[in-house]
C-alpha cells in the first residue's frame, strides 16, 4: 500500500525563451531529468515568457528549467517570475536558469526569483540532485 509521500514524481518543465535556437542543451537535460525519474515537459523553440508561464500553471510544474542562450535573459527571466507571480505560482515553482549567463548578472536573477543558475560544464548530477533536493513539497 502506497502513500502519497511516497517519492512523488517532480514535474519539470524545461523551456526555451525568445529568439535562441539553440537546443541541444535543453535536450541533454530534458532526457537526464527524465532518466532520473521526474516527469519532463519540453516548451520547444522560440517561446514568449507568456507561452511558458500559462504550460508551467497549467501543467502544474515543480520545477522550470529555463535554458537560454541568446543573451537576453536580463530582459526574459524576470518577464517569466513576473507571470508565474501574476498566477500565485512563483512560490512553488522552483526555477532553474541554465546557460551562458555572465556572473554580472547572475545576482539579478536571483533577486527575480532564479533559484540557481547553470552554467556551461554543470554536471548533469550536480543539476539533478539540485532539483532533488530543493523541489518544492506539495
Known sequence: MSTENDERTIR???AKVGLDGHDRGAHVISRAFRDAGFEV??????KAPDDIVQAAVQEDIDVLGISILS????TLVPKIMDGLE???AKDDTLVLVGGVIP?????ELK?????????PGTSIEETIEFVR??????
Request: with cysteine.
Open 12 to 14: 519539470c518543465m524545461v
Open 41 to 46: 515537459i519540453y516548451s520547444g523553440l522560440h
Open 71 to 74: 543573451g537576453a535573459h536580463d
Open 86 to 88: 501574476e498566477y500565485g
Open 103 to 107: 556572473e554580472e548578472d547572475r545576482d
Open 111 to 119: 533577486e527575480a526569483g532564479a533559484a540557481a543558475i547553470f552554467g
Open 133 to 138: 533536493e530543493n523541489a518544492p513539497d506539495r
